[in-house]
C-alpha cells in the first residue's frame, strides 16, 4: 500500500467521525495559533528595532553634558550645559571619530504663507547629516559659508514639508521661524519613527551660528559656545569602544577633571542600548512561542488518546486486513498517516487563525507584526512531527496484532 493510499483511508476515516476528528485537532490548532500569533508580534516588533537602529546611523556616540555637584549636591544629568562647540571639533579630530557635530535645539512655530506648524528647530553643521547618514530627498546641506556667516536657510524633515508645503515642491520656497525668514534649501529623506516613538521627520535643520544667533541662543546663557549635546560617528563599528575611550579621556582632560572627579558629561551609544532591547524582545518572544508550544504537547497526547481508542474500535477491521493479505506495516502506515493527518489539517487550520490572530492584534494595538515564512514552516512541520511522534505508538500496537485475535473481538 502507497503513502496516497494511506492518505486517502484515513481521510475517509477521519470523515467518518467528523466531530471527534475537529475535536481532536482542537490542540494543534490551538497550539499551532499561539506559536504563529505570538512569533509574528515578537518578529515585527525585532523589525520595527531593527530598523530604529538603522535610522540613528552606523556608530554613533552622543555626548551629553552630565550630572555636576553644586555645594556638594549632585544636580541631575544634563542640568549645567558643559559641552561647547570647541569640545566638538577637538572631538572631529580623534583618530578613530570620522566627525563630530554640535548641537542645539528648541521648540518654534514655522510659518509658511497661510500655513503654520510647531515643531523642533536643530541648529547644527553639515557633519550631522554624515553622522546620521541622512540623505536628501531633493536640495543640496549647508554650505561652510552659510555655517561661519550664521546664513538664514534651512533643511526641513518630509513631515514638516507636508504640512507646511503640500505636494509642493519646498525648495526654494521661504518659511518664517519666530519672525524670521529663512530659504528651504533642501527636504530631507524620510527617517520615520526613533526608538522612543518620536517623528524623526517633525524636524527643522539650520546652521548652528543661525540657531545662536538668530532663534533659540546658545545652550547656555552663560557660556555663548555652549550646545546641547555632540553626534560623533567613530570610524567602524570595532573601533566604536575605543572611541568612546578616546572622547572620555579628551574630554577629561579639557575640562580640566582631577582624577577621581566624576565626568561632567556622558557618552553613550544609542544603537547598544537599542540592541539590547532587540535582544530582549527577541527573547520574550520566543518564551511566549515556548509557553503556546505546550499547547501543540497537549494536543499531541490527545491525538494519541483518540487513536488507541480509534485502534481499539478498529480491532475487527485490522483482523481482517491482516486475515486477507495486508502487510503489518500497512496496517501501521495507515493509522500513521491518520494522526499525521489529523495534525497537518489542524495545523492549516491554526495557520489561518494565527496569521489573523496576529494582524488582528497588530491593528487593535498598533504594534508591528512580521508573518515570516520560516515561521508557518516551524508550525507546520512542528505539528506533522507531533502527529508522527504520538501516532507511532498506537499505529505499532494496531501492526502487531494477531489476525485471530484480532478477529474473535467482539
Not at 496516497?4 to 475517509?12: L, Q
Not at 500513521?336 to 487563525?353: Q, V
Amino acid at each position: 500500500m502507497t503513502w496516497w493510499e494511506s492518505f486517502r483511508i484515513a481521510r475517509r476515516a477521519l470523515r467518518a467521525n467528523r466531530m471527534r476528528s475537529f475535536l481532536t485537532m482542537l490542540g494543534i490548532i490551538v497550539g499551532v495559533a499561539s506559536v504563529i500569533t505570538m512569533v509574528a508580534v515578537g518578529a515585527g516588533a525585532q523589525t520595527q528595532i531593527a530598523e530604529q537602529i538603522r535610522t540613528l546611523g552606523a556608530n554613533v556616540l552622543m555626548i551629553q553634558p552630565g550630572a555636576a555637584s553644586e555645594g556638594g549636591a549632585r544636580t541631575a544629568a544634563g542640568a549645567r550645559h558643559t559641552l561647547s562647540e570647541a569640545d566638538a571639533a577637538a572631538i572631529a579630530e580623534l583618530p578613530l571619530v570620522r566627525a563630530a557635530a554640535p548641537s542645539v535645539r528648541g521648540n518654534a512655530q514655522i510659518v509658511q504663507a497661510n500655513r503654520n506648524w510647531n515643531t523642533t528647530v536643530n541648529g547644527t553643521t553639515a557633519d550631522m547629516f554624515v553622522i546620521r547618514e541622512w540623505p536628501l530627498a531633493t536640495g543640496r546641506y549647508f554650505a561652510p559659508a552659510e555655517e561661519a556667516s550664521a546664513g538664514r536657510v534651512a533643511l526641513i524633515g518630509r513631515t514638516v514639508a507636508t504640512e507646511l508645503f503640500g505636494q509642493a515642491d519646498p525648495v526654494g520656497g521661504e518659511i518664517r521661524i519666530l519672525n524670521t525668514p529663512f530659504q528651504v534649501i533642501g527636504v530631507l529623506a524620510e527617517k520615520g519613527q526613533s526608538g522612543a516613538g518620536r517623528d524623526q521627520d517633525d524636524i527643522v535643520f539650520v546652521p548652528i551660528s543661525t540657531a545662536k544667533l538668530r532663534l533659540i541662543g546658545s545652550a547656555s546663557s552663560v557660556n555663548r559656545d555652549a550646545v546641547a549635546y555632540i553626534l560623533a560617528k567613530a570610524a567602524s563599528d570595532d573601533a566604536i569602544g575605543a572611541a568612546a575611550a578616546n572622547i572620555e579621556a579628551l574630554l577629561r582632560q579639557r575640562h580640566r577633571l582631577a582624577p577621581g572627579t566624576p565626568n561632567d558629561f556622558r557618552v553613550a551609544d544609542p544603537a547598544e542600548a537599542m540592541a539590547l532591547q532587540h535582544a530582549s524582545t527577541r527573547t520574550f518572544a520566543w518564551l511566549l512561542a515556548a509557553v503556546a508550544s505546550v499547547s501543540l504537547l497537549v494536543g499531541g497526547i490527545s491525538i494519541m488518546n483518540i487513536m488507541l481508542v480509534s485502534v481499539s474500535e478498529r480491532t475487527r477491521e485490522i483482523g481482517l486486513r491482516l486475515a486477507v493479505g495486508a502487510r503489518r506495516r500497512d496496517i501501521r502506515n495507515q493509522f500513521l498517516m491518520e494522526a499525521i493527518t489529523l495534525c497537518l489539517f489542524g495545523g492549516l487550520i491554526g495557520m489561518a487563525m494565527g496569521v489573523g490572530a496576529a494582524v488582528v492584534i497588530g491593528d487593535l494595538a498598533g504594534w508591528p507584526v512580521f508573518i515570516g515564512p520560516a515561521a508557518v514552516a516551524v508550525a507546520i512541520g512542528f505539528s506533522a512531527a507531533v502527529g508522527v511522534f504520538f501516532g507511532w505508538y498506537p499505529a505499532r500496537k494496531a501492526s502487531r496484532m494477531e489476525p485471530v485475535a484480532a478477529l474473535r473481538v467482539e
